[in-house]
């Protein structure tokens, strides 16, 4: 399994740093902040297909949700694991080089403590929601499972399924479509999306814990460990909260374009 994680600490940075340099060399008048950022939202992407489709294969083939196993459950945290220290760096990079074609002061004319600390200070939630899959998610299940709940462990591979929409708006974003038809459409399959896999898989995974134990739903969290129903609102929790930005953003987005229109037509051509 060691060997999994080996090419995950050579897949991720390497295929980052190819996109860097085919990305600079095709699109030669993007700054270092255009093709950092969007080397960046392609790897994110990649590596959330890969790990949806793990889970899709995880709890296809699993019928008892508690004992059946599959070696993917064990095998893909192995693979990704790496990609969660990877991302938290590709993250600073990003910010940094953002700020620098934002700003024009000596603050970012080069890394220092100071451009990590305000990156941390910025992406505080990211960053703690990847270190939290990489010291409690990750040593729970390689350790602490006991060998059960592996269809579980897919489900929470397929939450990623919402990312590569994210990962497609904000690239859209990038490259000035963020007007278009295509925008829209992605932003209905980002609420869609995530709204699903992040939120509504949570109630799903106890019914299919019900249904295989033939008790109802709402008995389900009184009969699993508090230590169960603790860990899973913890994921929960911060899923909540990121729909509940996505949904304001969506407002934002549409109330702009509502404007827009309204001021076109004002401007339009007047007839006698």
Known sequence: MLSLTACGAVFFPGLFLSLRKILKSTFTHWNDADVVAVSERVVSSVHASL?????????????????????????????????????????????????????CDDAYRKHSLQTVKAFLLRDRLLVIHHLVLLLVFLPITLFFRRGLGDFFIGCLFITEFSTPFISI????????????????????????????????????????????????????????PLHCNVGNLALLAPQVYWFILLLKKAHRLYQRQKRRKGDAHKDGPKTE
Not at 82 to 101: F, S
Not at 183 to 204: A, D, K, Q
Not at 206 to 215: I, K, L, V
């Open 51 to 103: 790990a949806t489709a793990a889970g899709i294969v995880i709890v296809s083939s699993c019928r008892d949700v508690m004992t059946d196993r599959h070696w993917l459950a064990n095998g893909f945290v192995f693979f990704g694991a790496p990609y969660m220290v990877y991302d938290i760096y590709a993250m600073y990079l990003t910010n940094y080089h953002i700020q620098r074609v934002k700003r």
């Open 169 to 224: 708006g904000k690239i859209l974003i990038q490259l000035g479509l963020e007007d278009t038809r295509l925008h829209r459409i992605n932003g209905v399959m980002v609420l869609v999306s995530f709204f699903t896999c992040r939120i509504l898989l949570f109630p799903f995974m106890y019914w299919m814990y019900g249904r295989q134990c033939d008790m109802p739903l709402h008995r389900v969290p009184f009969h699993m």
